[in-house]
């Protein structure tokens, strides 16, 4: 047996004194060192993913073993010394890299993207059903309230916005030949994804901070098209809006989709408890956030280089509007990757520590 | 209110659970703090030489007229590693930075496996609300109120930070099993450790570790009589000899 073989040491009758004996034991364990380093060595050398070989994963499982073995003999005769701490964690990282190998960060984005995505895409539906309704619901408020009180508009639009559209042109007129279309477009997604991130974050105020993110944006956008729409520049804004906010729109309602998952979790929790529910629905939901924060860079490009462009006909604008909105769906779906989303999956069980 | 520190158990199939210890508030700030200087040195570094570069001059002014250049070569990467370092480097390291390396953490999750890329990705979405008001105000309240000092993002993503044993001084616990006589194997280890050590100690120290030892395994019979640096070690190689 190869423990058999590694343990070496002094033999300790049984009939000898108990404190030589122990001391006799705990000699014998600590002779092994080398034999830890080694065994801690190759299953770092695992975890980095520098080795395959077949006789070294053989000798790994040896490894474990031999390691389990000497953990529980440590804490029995040296509970609190160096030897028994190092022990332990070479143990477990041992137990570590045999249970879950190494650890590639391409491949797991991949899998993140291609699986984790439409899998969450396709948990979140009736969660993002709600958010859109709520976001509709919000933006036809904002549109009935300022038509019927346009002096309300203060409350959603700065003055400057106030005063072009006033004077006959939307403020977004000219905006190139004010800020460089790559500044605009960066000042423009940072924006919107840390949006996002909030939508989903503040989730965790039992949904009340997604219902108000989704609620103020809904609201200020019905507000403003009912102004527009009053001095007769709505088609503008629509040309504005459309190239970018087909997926804009879509993304502020899917990340409030995923805060309002976390909302539930902890308004309604499950059998685990209120926490256990609250982790399960943000890892279930979060990875959403990913999907939300790519499309978003997208949408900010087309924000700051197609939208505010004088040059690109509304025909253009509603393909380009039209055209990011399917390959959103493409991606959330996982059919840009070729395949539809598969079966939701639970998420991880829970533990006792 | 906080129980005092925990160890996370995980079950193993050999029946011996894996122990390892939950780090606290302050390695896990300590180890912030590390990265927290790396991602600003970074940041800056990239602002400052893209800066020159982009200038042709030893100037950090951005140039009249490329404002547009300035923006998306010097200022958005300096931005992006400034805020995706954390993110980025968990993912490409499984859970660890560089900070939390010298620290000696890592990331793991309940079931203390090392996370998946969904969790590192929540757990660091959630620095949002850790961070508020200011200084991870949240994060730091929460972490202290935990029993496993967990903040929002732990919480959310189903980790914690645990620490991770360096590794050993195999000459050194190989001269420990030949010193256990006398001495237990805690005492064998100091004893080794501070023999190791001897010349790099300052002479009251190596002879007060020397007294504090000789007291401790031989009580009444150590001979602490005074003497010079020479005595007081031999006296420790006669105690540490098997």
Known sequence: MALASRATGPTVRRGADPAARQQALAAALLRRARTWQEADARAKRFARGRTGDAADAVQLVEDYRLLAHDVARARTLMPATRTREYLENAYARAHATLHHGAWRAGATLRALLVQEVPAAMRWLAPYLAWTALIFTLAGCAGYALVHRYPELIALFASPQMIASVEGGKLWTEGLLNVVPSSILSVEILTNNIVVSLFAYCLGFLFGLGTLYILGLNGMMLGAVFAFVGEHGLARELLGFIVPHGCVELSVMCLSGAAGAAIGEALIRPGPGGRLESFRAASLRSGVILLACALLLVGAGLIEGFVSPDPRISFTARIAIGVGYFALMVAFLTGRLWGRGAPPARNPPAASSS | ?242
Request: a positive charge; aromatic letters at 8%; one cysteine or more.
């Open chain 2, 1 to 242: 209110m906080k129980e005092p520190s925990a160890a996370l158990s995980v079950d193993s199939v050999t029946g011996i659970d894996v122990s390892l210890a939950v780090a606290g508030p302050g390695a896990r700030s300590f180890a912030f703090i590390i990265d927290w200087h790396i991602r600003l040195i970074l940041a800056l570094a990239w602002y400052v030489v893209a800066g020159v570069v982009s200038n042709a001059a030893f100037s950090l002014a951005p140039s009249p007229g490329h404002s547009q250049r300035w923006f998306t070569v010097v200022v958005i990467p300096a931005l992006a590693l400034y805020f995706l370092y954390h993110p980025a480097v968990e993912l490409a390291m499984r859970g660890r930075t560089p900070g939390k390396r010298r620290v000696g953490i890592r990331v793991v999750t309940r079931t203390g496996e090392p996370p998946g890329a969904g969790a590192l990705l929540v757990r660091n979405i959630f620095r949002l609300i850790d961070s508020l008001p200011v200084f991870y105000g949240v994060g730091l309240t929460l972490m202290v109120l935990t029993r496993d000092s967990l903040r929002c993002g732990d919480m959310a993503a189903g980790t914690l930070l645990v620490y991770e044993g360096g590794a050993a001084d195999t000459e050194l616990l190989h001269d420990a099993a030949q010193r256990i006589g006398r001495l237990d194997t805690a005492g064998a280890e100091i004893a080794a450790d501070l023999l190791k050590r001897w010349s790099s100690l300052v002479p009251e120290a190596r002879i007060r570790l020397a007294r504090q030892l000789l007291q401790r395994y031989l009580g009444a019979e150590a001979d602490l009589s005074e003497g010079d640096e020479l005595q007081w070690r031999s006296r420790l190689e006669r105690l540490a000899r098997p």
